[in-house]
């Protein structure tokens, strides 16, 4: 039968979980990041005989539901969910679990975003693009603050301000993750890594403004920042691409990314006022 388990992330909790969620471990990347870096995140995982079958994962910021090996893993996880944690921040997983998930709480949330995971393991391929990449500065700041919150906006992934905006590019730029293409002098587009599990890297916060695009600066930056990451020892990169955008699903196509799960990213819903 199945049976749940839930509490902090501690390493004891954590250890049989890894193995199940590296079966698939673009899908589970950031989960498998915040199992290893924070023990005050809210960890169920569902089980039978004695084995992980579905893992839900909350944190501040997002609840993070995995693929079930049984088909009554997302609904108990959802159950837990709901005994245990007030309100969630938002949460994500992919299909069908995402489903199986928001029925068995109600259906009691908004779509954000329904999207797509990428994974390239291979050299990619580098778009004849005028310009280069470069690492960005703290002489990039004010511009890139300001395509932080812009490529929020359009994402709808919250208001920050512009504090919050400057303050998240503060940190990557000293994490060393964040790099810029400059063509001519002029930077035109930007793309940022982070860890997920141990062997691999995520790219987001691709962004390039409205009067830049279709140039294919987005493409070479990815593609740049892409060869990178896998010269300094990571396995594969992957990253998360919205539906809603033909443009940016065709753009990692071409450089060589190719599609492995669809996820969907859900919010409360809005209280009517």
Same mark, same amino acid.
């Given at each position: 039968?199945? !049976?749940?388990?839930?509490?902090? +992330? !501690?390493?004891?909790?954590?250890?049989?979980?890894?193995?199940?969620?590296? #079966? $698939?471990?673009?899908?589970?990347?950031?989960?498998?990041? &915040?199992?290893?870096?924070?023990?005050?995140?809210?960890?169920?995982?569902? !089980?039978?005989?004695?084995?992980?079958?579905?893992?839900?994962?909350?944190?501040?910021?997002?609840?993070?539901?995995?693929?079930?090996?049984?088909?009554?893993?997302?609904?108990?996880?959802? $159950?837990?969910?709901?005994?245990?944690?007030?309100?969630?921040?938002?949460?994500?997983?992919?299909?069908?679990?995402?489903?199986?998930?928001?029925?068995?709480?109600?259906?009691?949330?908004?779509?954000?975003? +329904?999207?797509?995971?990428?994974?390239?393991?291979?050299?990619? &391929?580098?778009?004849?693009?005028?310009?280069?990449?470069?690492?960005?500065?703290?002489?990039?700041?004010?511009?890139?603050? @300001?395509?932080?919150?812009?490529?929020?906006?359009? @994402?709808?992934?919250?208001? #920050?301000?512009?504090?919050?905006?400057?303050?998240?590019?503060?940190?990557?730029?000293?994490?060393?993750?964040?790099?810029?293409?400059?063509?001519?002098?002029?930077?035109?587009?930007?793309?940022?890594?982070?860890?997920?599990?141990?062997?691999?890297?995520?790219?987001?916060?691709?962004? !390039?403004?409205? $009067?830049?695009?279709?140039?294919?600066?987005?493409?070479?930056?990815? @593609?740049?920042?892409?060869?990178?990451?896998?010269?300094?020892?990571?396995?594969?990169?992957?990253?998360?691409?919205?539906?809603?955008?033909?443009?940016?699903?065709?753009?990692?196509?071409?450089?060589?990314?190719?599609? &492995?799960?669809?996820?969907?990213?859900?919010?409360? @819903?809005?209280?009517?006022?």
């Amino acid at each position: 039968m199945l !049976t749940l388990d839930s509490g902090p +992330a !501690t390493a004891k909790r954590v250890e049989p979980v890894l193995p199940f969620l590296k #079966r $698939e471990p673009a899908l589970h990347g950031i989960a498998i990041g &915040v199992l290893l870096a924070d023990e005050s995140a809210y960890l169920a995982i569902a !089980t039978r005989g004695g084995e992980p079958v579905g893992v839900g994962l909350c944190n501040e910021r997002k609840y993070l539901l995995s693929r079930s090996a049984d088909p009554g893993a997302a609904a108990l996880l959802a $159950e837990d969910a709901a005994r245990n944690l007030a309100a969630l921040p938002g949460w994500m997983g992919p299909l069908p679990e995402i489903r199986d998930f928001n029925a068995a709480c109600g259906n009691a949330g908004q779509l954000a975003m +329904a999207m797509r995971i990428y994974v390239l393991d291979t050299a990619p &391929v580098l778009p004849a693009v005028s310009g280069r990449c470069r690492p960005a500065t703290s002489n990039d700041v004010d511009l890139l603050a @300001a395509w932080h919150a812009a490529f929020g906006a359009e @994402a709808h992934t919250g208001a #920050r301000g512009q504090d919050g905006d400057r303050a998240r590019i503060d940190e990557a730029i000293a994490e060393g993750a964040l790099r810029v293409w400059e063509d001519s002098g002029r930077v035109v587009s930007m793309a940022k890594s982070a860890r997920g599990a141990p062997d691999s890297a995520r790219v987001s916060l691709v962004y !390039t403004p409205p $009067e830049l695009r279709r140039r294919g600066y987005a493409s070479a930056c990815v @593609a740049a920042l892409s060869t990178e990451l896998l010269r300094a020892g990571r396995r594969y990169c992957y990253l998360y691409a919205d539906l809603a955008n033909p443009i940016s699903n065709s753009i990692y196509r071409r450089i060589g990314y190719r599609a &492995v799960a669809d996820v969907e990213d859900w919010r409360p @819903a809005q209280v009517p006022s």
